[in-house]
């Protein structure tokens, strides 16, 4: 399918061809789910941790005697009935990450660029060289072609220049090809991918 190209001002730079195999499929919410959930969990960190019964500070000593008190039995203060104590069976540090066959993520990947194709959240862009390395001048141009919360994949490598003006910009990520991802992709309102990235893309993805 053909979808029309432009330039950073605005103006158009003639259209591209789009591969259907990867901009032209029926999304499917189960598979952008599976990869989201996996590209999340592997993200946590599973440092949450809490003191058992044996690591808080408190005495040992039975609080006290056995019988005739009326109450129930107790040792010590460290048992998980008592304010202060260990807790039972909490969070111990961990990994929640979990395997996701390649094919499926790579499926998701082409998934998230159809979702995005059909939705019409899709720009083509001819290339983000900018002369003017410029924070304001950028953010002017981003507000003049309508992209609040965009995500822009260059080719191999992110244009530098392009990259520094950009990176104070609220609601504007910047990733090359290889970094292109399912949840990035998603967040965003809209999807801006330059003619190298598109290249790359569809040679990583085939």
């Known amino acids: 399918m053909k979808a029309d190209a432009i330039k950073l001002d605005g103006k158009t730079a003639g259209s591209v061809e789009l591969d259907d195999a990867i901009f032209g499929l029926e999304p499917r919410a ?5 990869v989201v959930r996996w590209q999340r969990n592997n993200a946590q960190q599973g440092t949450h941790k809490v003191k058992t019964r ?10 006290y005697r056995q019988k005739g008190t009326g109450g129930a039995r107790h040792g010590a203060r460290s048992a998980p009935i008592f304010r202060g104590g260990g807790v039972y069976k909490g969070p111990t540090p961990r990994s929640h990450g979990h395997d996701l066959p390649k094919k499926v993520r790579k499926l998701g990947l082409m998934h998230a660029l159809s979702a995005k194709a059909v939705a019409g959240e899709l720009v083509i862009i001819d290339n983000i060289d900018i002369k003017d390395v410029k924070t304001k001048a950028l953010a002017a141009q981003i507000k003049e072609l309508g992209w609040k919360r965009a995500l822009i994949i260059d080719g191999a490598e992110v244009n530098a220049d392009f990259a520094q003006a950009a990176r104070n910009i609220a609601g504007l990520d910047v990733l090359p090809s290889m970094g292109a991802n399912v949840f990035d992709i998603l967040k965003r309102d809209t999807l ?8 790359a893309l569809e040679a990583r993805l085939k």
């Open 30 to 34: 189960d598979i952008l789910h599976r």
């Open 192 to 199: 801006v991918i330059t003619k190298a990235g598109l290249e």
């Open 54 to 63: 044996s690591e808080v500070n408190y005495s040992t000593k039975k609080i």
